[in-house]
């Protein structure tokens, strides 16, 4: 009886080591399984900020909408609190595909991200900051993950916190959130600098299991994404950051009043990053020796996100603020330095829209990514005033020159298509093979781009639009600022 009930004991601990071993397993198979793909996983679509999605529809139906809510956030001691409805810039809604199923990642004004249906704009989960989310996230598929938690992780920054200061001892406004489950997977508390903000509204590139990211305290910040290297620091489960840099100069403090704000995203240029800070600079971070070894001076507060394009350039687009001349668009080639680098310049109006004076507040965008082999490459921008531009950004206009910024040098200009005024806006127009999608506080515009590069517009829509929206597969995804997301097409 003894010898039957040891070999029954023996019997039970190797079947429940089989059965751990095949569960194990059948875990592994399951993450393995799934079918992951990322389309729209940063602002802009990709390393390079110029895939803005597939196919455009050819009207804009309401195919579903989905009411992002409102939240109060704080602007400051002497100007109190606002309450703000759906979302705004840059609030480009992220697009993956899990197996058969699209899902889109939107942060809004009600202080959550969320994870939405993509096919009838159904909430699948919500995670709550501490106050409202602006800018656009940045998914990182993590292929060394351990677990599914861990797998699929969203990087997303907000504003300081509701009812915090800039003197506030703590404001963790950057977090890695899970895309499984919408759980926190740890936080990024920003210390304060000489920039009066410490909100994170950029998007970061991940690069080789290492983060980049500007903050809008005025710093380059690199750090390990990974939630298992992740440390206890003054409570909370934090990154460890790997290097910083300074992204504005001692002389940059008076002369902008503390406005050093990093709100747009980097690029990545073959082994170089590029980035616009709002102390009037256009960097360029060289990844290998770890170094900021290019640098163009305007002088102006700049807040859109450098553009590559297929010919190895960027374009940065500028603000009115801070300088004497005329904000609009450089063309840089940044093999060169200084004056050198400058390709061309296209000048826009100014403007008394809002706290703006002129400019451009979004960014660039270029039809490179659908068409590398065409003669023509595109490059569409609106400036805050409302004039949307569509010019050739290879090919320049031998009978005009155009005063910089500064009014000191003068550069060539690109051959311009066309214009259209579609009121003020401070979002990204987007090129999708030979439409033209473009919002703004009057609403959002379909155009046809004809075989001689003139705008044809086919559809709008009237809603107040801050955010870029991403299209796929004949549909349009954007917030508005009156508290919902919207799908239009066909």
């Given at each position: 009886?003894?010898?039957n009930?040891?070999?029954?004991?023996?019997?039970?601990?190797i079947?429940?080591?089989?059965?751990?071993?095949?569960?194990?397993?059948?875990?592994?198979?399951?993450?393995?399984?799934?079918?992951?793909?990322?389309?729209?996983p940063?602002?802009?679509?990709?390393?390079?900020?110029?895939?803005y999605?597939?196919?455009?529809?050819?009207?804009?139906?309401?195919?579903?909408?989905?009411?992002?809510?409102?939240?109060?956030?704080?602007?400051s001691?002497?100007?109190?609190?606002?309450?703000?409805?759906?979302?705004?810039?840059?609030?480009?809604?992220?697009?993956?595909k899990?197996?058969?199923?699209?899902?889109?990642?939107?942060?809004?004004?009600?202080?959550?991200?969320?994870?939405?249906?993509a096919?009838?704009?159904?909430?699948?989960?919500?995670?709550?900051?501490?106050?409202?989310?602006?800018?656009?996230?940045?998914?990182?598929?993590?292929?060394?993950?351990?677990?599914?938690k861990?797998?699929?992780?969203?990087?997303?920054?907000?504003?300081?916190?509701?009812?915090?200061?800039?003197?506030?001892?703590?404001?963790?406004s950057?977090?890695?959130i899970?895309?499984?489950?919408?759980?926190?997977?740890?936080?990024?508390?920003?210390?304060?600098?000489?920039?009066y903000?410490?909100?994170?509204?950029?998007?970061?590139l991940?690069?080789?299991?290492?983060?980049?990211?500007?903050?809008?305290?005025g710093?380059?910040?690199?750090?390990?994404?990974?939630?298992?290297?992740?440390?206890?620091?003054?409570?909370?489960?934090?990154?460890?950051?790997?290097?910083?840099?300074?992204?504005?100069?001692?002389?940059d403090?008076?002369?902008?009043?503390?406005?050093?704000?990093?709100?747009?995203?980097?690029?990545?240029?073959?082994?170089?990053?590029y980035?616009?800070?709002?102390?009037g600079?256009?960097?360029?971070y060289?990844?290998?020796?770890?170094?900021?070894?290019?640098?163009?001076?305007?002088?102006?507060?700049?807040?859109?996100?450098?553009?590559?394009?297929?010919?190895?350039?960027?374009?940065?687009?500028?603000?009115?603020?801070y300088?004497?001349?005329?904000?609009?668009?450089?063309?840089?080639?940044?093999?060169?330095?200084?004056?050198?680098?400058?390709?061309w310049y296209?000048?826009?109006?100014?403007?008394?829209t809002?706290?703006?004076?002129g400019?451009?507040?979004?960014?660039?965008?270029?039809?490179?990514?659908?068409?590398?082999k065409?003669?023509?490459?595109?490059?569409?921008?609106?400036?805050?005033?409302?004039?949307?531009?569509?010019?050739?950004?290879?090919?320049?206009?031998?009978?005009?020159?155009?005063?910089?910024?500064?009014?000191?040098?003068?550069?060539?200009?690109?051959?311009?298509?066309?214009?259209?005024?579609?009121?003020?806006?401070?979002?990204?127009?987007?090129?999708?093979?030979?439409?033209?999608?473009?919002?703004?506080?009057?609403?959002?515009?379909?155009?046809?781009?004809?075989?001689?590069?003139?705008?044809?517009?086919?559809?709008?829509?009237?809603?107040?639009?801050?955010?870029t929206?991403f299209?796929?597969?004949?549909?349009?995804?954007?917030?508005?600022?009156?508290?919902?997301?919207?799908?239009?097409?066909?």
């Open positions: 009886m003894q010898i009930l040891f070999y029954l004991r023996i019997s039970f601990k079947h429940k080591i089989i059965g751990l071993t095949f569960l194990f397993f059948s875990v592994c198979l399951c993450i393995k399984s799934q079918q992951v793909e990322l389309i729209n940063t602002f802009l679509g990709n390393e390079q900020r110029n895939y999605g597939n196919n455009a529809p050819d009207s804009l139906n309401i195919i579903w909408k989905h009411y992002l809510g409102k939240g109060k956030t704080t602007i001691r002497n100007l109190g609190e606002r309450l703000w409805a759906g979302a705004g810039w840059t609030g480009q809604p992220l697009l993956y899990e197996d058969d199923s699209l899902y889109l990642i939107q942060g809004a004004y009600d202080h959550h991200l969320k994870k939405i249906n096919r009838d704009g159904k909430l699948i989960w919500q995670y709550k900051f501490d106050d409202v989310v602006k800018g656009t996230g940045t998914i990182w598929h993590n292929k060394k993950a351990k677990s599914k861990h797998r699929l992780i969203i990087f997303q920054g907000s504003r300081l916190g509701y009812g915090k200061y800039l003197d506030t001892k703590h404001v963790p950057y977090r890695a899970s895309l499984y489950d919408g759980s926190e997977l740890w936080r990024l508390d920003v210390r304060m600098t000489d920039s903000s410490r909100d994170v509204d950029g998007s970061c991940v690069i080789n299991d290492t983060l980049y990211i500007g903050l809008e305290n710093m380059l910040t690199i750090m390990d994404p990974d939630p298992n290297h992740a440390i206890s620091k003054d409570e909370m489960l934090q990154p460890p950051i790997i290097k910083e840099h300074q992204l504005y100069t001692k002389s403090i008076s002369a902008h009043r503390k406005n050093l704000v990093t709100e747009s995203s980097p690029s990545k240029l073959n082994n170089h990053l980035i616009a800070s709002g102390s600079h256009v960097y360029g060289d990844m290998l020796n770890d170094t900021l070894d290019w640098e163009f001076f305007v002088g102006s507060d700049i807040d859109g996100s450098a553009i590559v394009t297929s010919d190895s350039c960027i374009i940065a687009t500028i603000e009115k603020q300088i004497i001349g005329k904000g609009g668009v450089f063309k840089f080639n940044p093999q060169f330095k200084n004056n050198e680098s400058v390709i296209f000048p826009v109006e100014d403007s008394e809002g706290s703006w004076e400019g451009i507040i979004g960014s660039a965008s270029i039809s490179d990514y659908h068409q590398k065409a003669k023509t490459k595109l490059a569409a921008f609106v400036s805050i005033k409302g004039n949307l531009y569509l010019v050739d950004h290879q090919k320049i206009n031998k009978n005009i020159t155009n005063l910089g910024p500064n009014q000191k040098f003068k550069y060539p200009s690109p051959i311009l298509y066309d214009k259209k005024f579609i009121g003020p806006s401070i979002s990204t127009p987007l090129i999708i093979k030979d439409k033209l999608v473009v919002a703004g506080y009057h609403g959002l515009k379909l155009y046809k781009i004809g075989t001689d590069f003139s705008l044809t517009l086919l559809d709008s829509f009237e809603a107040e639009f801050e955010a929206p299209v796929y597969n004949d549909r349009i995804y954007i917030a508005s600022r009156n508290g919902y997301l919207y799908c239009f097409g066909n």
